[in-house]
């Protein structure tokens, strides 16, 4: 039974090393290949037509035409507090979108753009015509001087099409707001862009787009889209992510269809509207998960705090109470750990005592297992007895760090992801919470204080055990090597109190004797 208990706990270490692996892999290795643009062929997801809704017709390669040349090209800059927005009249587009708050590891500010395609770029019948043609401006309201709100008009006329598109900015948030009056089109796309809202692809668990449908968070990979992907029903909005930044639209009027679409080895994202006056949202923000609570259409679950986000949730909401109140993440993930450990000291306490005890059983382990040693089952019956005789569970040996384990990934979620804690600085040489110690100083640590931790918990006697148990330290350490320095900091801690709890506990053993 005691080998089931060693068993349970390399299971436990392989389950780690497994995602941990597969996360490295996946982002170390998760590049889009180049692929040619392959025919668009239309994928129906729901049976019922909706009468104004058309098909996206294939995206051609062909050089968009430039339809007016009589208006000079020009550039509207609106900046508020926390983005810097360049909006151009060809196509009446964003150019590019400085956030002001941010900044990448060689200090320059983080701009999101577009490739190729800029973002809100329209398409009609597979052709981004409509991204060339120069539009009149008005922007005689772009200034937060005498209001809080900002507009840009941009207005196209010809013969056929007629086409106003206003932008709203106000002086605090990330969100433009656009109203479009259109006559002549039938029905049109809006797209984001090729890349808008993705800075950095590197360490990025997913890049590209995203849709929020009904609670369903869909995730598309763009080097494996060949056809175009169709969302009707339940969708409340697109987007284009990395790890921390993203772009989106949010339909504030009815939007006939969202698609995903195949664009020369990458992927474009876009809503489809009708003629007429249509509203929509526009983001190009940090994904900040209180912040983009706020509005009320999802947009936290851009944040994807994974398969503990159940744990991950609540957590990440007490550290940042604890950040507010202290100041330093670091120090907020030392009082958090302790204080996830505090009500688990009773159980771990028992799990510790068990362990004494079955050190103690072991010469008569021993004696059994060479008694039955033909006889498997036998010597599993016996060993059971024996367990339940002196009331020992040979499981609780591994309860210590099986309790620590979903707040381990939890918070292995948070630190790799939340863009609260990118660049989040400790002490001394921990610059960058989110990422790993430079000088490998906290893993070493680590693993030291996890050797002391083993060497003071009763040992089984097992010889086998005993050598494999001895080697985790070193496995850890070089396991949490390439960790985000927070996520060691807390199993340091972790072991720091670990020890702090055998000493006591190995103290009264000794004096009870």
Sequence with gaps: MEKTGLRAFLAVILSMAI????????TKYYKPSEVQQQPVEVKKEDKKQIPQSVQPEPLKKEEPKQISKDIKYREVSIENDVFKVILSNEGATIKSVELKKYKDNSGKPIILTSSDILPLSISKDGKFNYSKVMFNIDDSNVSFKNSNQAVVVFTYNDSNIFLKRTFFFN????????KEEVKGFGSYYVTLGKDFGI?????????????????????????????????????KWIAQEDKYFFSAIVPVTKANQFVVLPYNGDALTGVEFNDGINSYRVFAAPKEYDYLKKFNVGLEHIVDFGFFSIIARP???FLKLLYSLIGNYGIAIIILTILVRIPFIPIVNRGQK???????LQPKLMQLKEQYKNDPQRLQKEMMELYKKY??????????????????FALYKILTIAIELRQAPFMFWIHDLSAKDPYYVLPIIMGATMLIQQKMTPSTADPTQQKIMLLLPVVFTFLFLSFPSGLVLYWLINNLFGIAQQFYINKKIKKSV
């Design 354 to 360: 068990s362990m004494q005890k079955l050190s103690e």
């Design 199 to 235: 800075f950095e692809k590197e360490d990025s668990p997913h890049w590209g787009p995203v849709i929020l449908k009904e609670a369903d968070r869909i995730e598309l990979n763009p080097s494996k889209i060949k056809e175009t992907n169709t969302y009707k029903e339940g969708v």
């Design 315 to 317: 957590l990440f909401w």
């Design 391 to 408: 009331k020992i569970n040979p499981m609780s040996g591994c309860l210590p760090m099986l309790l620590q384990i979903p707040v381990f």
């Design 19 to 26: 995602l941990f692996g597969s996360q490295y892999l996946y």
């Design 171 to 178: 002086k605090t948030d990330y969100v433009i707001d656009i």
